[in-house]
């Protein structure tokens, strides 16, 4: 009789129970996430009357692999680019909220007697907001659109790269004897240099290798490679002392800027949904649910916590960052949960044997009170509004008005402020990538190629090998003009120019120290004495070699950097189907309002954006119907428009039964493209004036010119030379626009 592992029955107990319970949970519409942590109660061992799993270990193992795969779905959905266009509102609230929800979770923790461990990863847990809940609730609440809504999704971005750069110093921050500044220094500085590290490279290398690989790649192979990419930079991650989550996000957020990011997002979502189940049923798994009576005032403690100084400390940000009050309420309410990122923190504690077992439910608790709060929240952020305005002294309502009122002003940005930005992104960039290079070197290639050799020659060798690489970079942290333009006008006001001088010569010295660096990791002191001012004399006389190399390279990195947005711009340049439109047929029942009235009452293009193309009527067939036909039960209808404005018009006509086949009607209706030559009868002529309706017996449905798109377009619109005409009706009739215009594209 064969055995059945006891991993395998241990999936099928927790998919089935997950499955059970979330349909439960869809059904009474809660998030999905508490269902999967109930189920997970369920099937742990401290739940007596249900079955239980048995292989805990290899359960473990699958839940690292879906924190794995969370983190790196994030990644892909994070994108540095989505960063950098939240903007200094998103951040300063985001900062404000997160440095005071650390210290009230610290000082809650104090005040319940527990220890500093437990009072950190506490702060931790409570100072990042639920994404997930969020954007549920706005979407049920359809505030999704409102103004407020962009500042909460600004801040949500900040938030996750926050409990990124928590979750890999945190560990070694409360194993440290002491919370000195010099301990945090070097955890945050070498965790800058890796982040710098691998986002300069993975853009550098990746997008080019993805590129040329997508030829022969697909969709298997493209998932393949992706999770194998994941998995990668999870490794090195580790290897490099940072948690695999880390590794998993940055991987994700390097391939968001491919232009295959979207794609491999798509192929990776019923991966991350099955191993995130796995991973959230895990955490109910870890959950005594004897233990949560027992700790119910710290949960009711934490909760309101949670609920009130949220709100306030993200209120406070959004007015400091000069938001007006009304959307820095809104934003503040909507943000007093706790979520995903909670319970990731909560188990890296666990994971570690750092923090108290009670943390762990304590925070899952925590998250499912403020999860059934939040909408409650953000219904009561408009009156809270209305409240706070209603009793405030006019001087305060006066204050925060003019410290609002420039908010969304656009300011010119000084020469002096480009010139130290540069300045500054250039010196921390290249110093970092030529310690790398050198690390490397000096770390692995020379211990491998000295081993039964002369360590010296090796040394010189190495140096030889080293120096035409960081050659680029070194010229480009000491010698390069910065902000030219910047800082020659700078240079005309004589009191800029002895900074100038000064941030030139640490610049100079900081070169210097770096080849000295070089020298030093690989030679000893005597040839390092030697070379040094041999290299700065090479530096000095190949710059403008170095210059081209460092153009080629930094261009390259751009072009990599930018590709997405270049490819998504061709992807929606070509010309498909104008607007995405297709072809769709309706069957118009008896109860239809509109059943014997003409099209031009029924005015459904200017209603919805649709046009009827066709419509069949028992044998007769009615193409490009005019504006007095009439319509009756039975009609089919082939209508054409977007997703959008199909959907708008099916709930209009109110028919259950409507069928959509665009294959069915590629024989009788098609949607063609023809460009007006420059020779072509139709330029110069009105719609009405070009007959193509009366030739054809085709709709014009839209024109594209000079990159504008319009749609539905008038019968007194002139046709252009250059024009592309969009025309759906029958195909063979259609071909009489070859005699009289370009051919179809």
């Not at 929240?377 to 609002?404: C, E, G, H, Q, V």
Request: aromatic content about 8%; some cysteine; charged content about 15%.
């Amino acid at each position: 009789m064969n055995h059945l592992p006891d991993l395998i029955k241990d999936l099928g107990l927790i998919l089935c129970t997950a499955a059970v319970v979330t349909l439960v949970f869809k059904k009474l519409k809660q998030p999905i996430v508490l269902g999967y942590i109930l189920a997970g109660m369920l099937v742990g061992r401290h739940v007596p009357f249900a079955p239980t799993i048995t292989d805990t270990d290899s359960i473990d193992v699958w839940a690292q692999i879906g924190v794995i795969i969370l983190l790196f779905s994030l990644g892909l959905e994070f994108s540095f680019k989505k960063l950098v266009r939240v903007g200094g509102a998103a951040f300063i609230t985001a900062l404000t909220e997160v440095g005071v929800m650390l210290c009230v979770g610290f000082l809650a923790g104090r005040a319940l007697g527990w220890k500093t461990v437990d009072c950190i990863f506490l702060g931790a847990i409570v100072s990042i907001s639920s994404t997930t809940i969020i954007i549920r609730a706005f979407e049920e609440l359809g505030v999704k659109e409102k103004k407020f809504a962009s500042l909460v999704f600004g801040v949500l971005i900040v938030q996750d790269l926050v409990a990124i750069v928590m979750l890999a110093l945190l560990p070694a921050v409360v194993m440290s004897s002491s919370l000195s500044g010099s301990e945090l220094l070097m955890p945050l500085g070498k965790l800058v240099f890796f982040l710098i590290i691998w986002f300069a490279s993975g853009i550098f290398f990746l997008p080019t290798i993805l590129r040329k690989a997508g030829k022969i790649m697909n969709d298997e192979m493209l998932l393949i490679t992706s999770l194998a990419l994941c998995f990668l930079m999870v490794i090195l991650a580790t290897k490099a002392g940072f948690s695999p989550a880390l590794g998993a996000f940055v991987m994700g957020s390097i391939l968001a800027e491919t232009r295959v990011g979207g794609k491999i997002e798509h192929l990776t979502l019923s991966v991350k949904e099955l191993f995130g189940a796995i991973f959230f049923v895990s955490v109910g798994m870890m959950i005594n649910p004897a233990i949560i009576p027992l700790h119910w005032k710290p949960i009711l403690l934490i909760a309101a916590v949670t609920i009130i100084f949220q709100p306030l400390s993200a209120m406070t940000g959004a007015l400091l960052s000069r938001q007006p009050l009304k959307s820095a309420v809104q934003a503040g309410m909507s943000m007093s949960q706790i979520g995903e990122f909670s319970f990731i923190i909560a188990s890296l504690g666990l994971s570690l044997n750092i923090t108290s077992a009670f943390l762990y439910p304590i925070a899952v608790a925590v998250s499912a009170l403020t999860t059934f709060t939040t909408p409650y929240m953000i219904r009561a952020s408009t009156p809270m509004y209305n409240m706070l305005y209603a009793k405030m002294p006019d001087s305060w309502r006066s204050a925060i008005d003019r410290f609002s009122s420039n908010a969304q002003s656009v300011k010119s940005e000084t020469d002096w402020n480009k010139f130290i930005r540069a300045y500054l992104l250039n010196t921390v960039i290249y110093t970092t990538l030529i310690i790398a290079i050198v690390f490397l070197v000096s770390r692995y290639a020379l211990p491998a190629f000295a081993e039964n050799k002369q360590s010296a020659l090796i040394g010189l060798v190495a140096t030889l090998v080293t120096l035409p690489i960081i050659a680029p970079f070194l010229w480009a942290l000491s010698i390069r003009k910065i902000q030219p333009d910047a800082a020659a006008r700078l240079w005309r006001s004589k009191s800029y120019r002895a900074p100038l001088v000064g941030l030139q010569v640490i610049r100079f010295v900081l070169g210097t120290l770096v080849i000295g660096f070089l020298v030093r990791s690989l030679l000893s002191d005597l040839w390092a004495l030697a070379l040094l001012g041999v290299l700065i004399l090479l530096l000095a006389l190949a710059y403008r070699r170095l210059q081209v190399v460092l153009n080629w390279i930094e261009r390259r990195f751009m072009t990599n950097f930018n590709e997405k947005e270049k490819f998504d711009a061709r992807e929606q340049g070509k010309h498909l189907t104008p607007w995405d439109a297709h072809i769709t047929r309706f069957i118009v029942t008896p109860d239809f309002s509109g059943v014997g009235q003409p099209l031009v009452q029924l005015q459904l293009r200017e209603k919805f954006g649709v046009n009827i193309a066709m419509i069949k009527r028992g044998t007769f067939t009615i193409q490009a119907p005019d504006q007095q036909e009439r319509l009756y039960p039975e009609d089919m209808l082939y209508v054409i428009g977007t997703d959008d404005q199909i959907v708008t018009f099916k709930k209009h006509l109110q028919n259950s039964n409507n069928v959509t086949s665009k294959r069915a009607l590629e024989d009788e209706l098609s949607l063609l493209a023809f460009e007006v030559g420059e020779d072509s009868l139709l330029a110069g002529k009105t719609i009405k004036e070009s007959s193509i309706r009366e030739r054809t017996k085709g709709l014009i449905v839209g024109i594209e010119r000079n990159n504008e798109r319009l749609l539905n377009p008038e019968s007194t619109v002139i046709l252009n030379a250059g024009d592309l005409l969009w025309i759906v009706g029958n195909k063979r009739r259609i071909k009489v626009l070859e005699k009289i215009s370009a051919k179809p594209q």
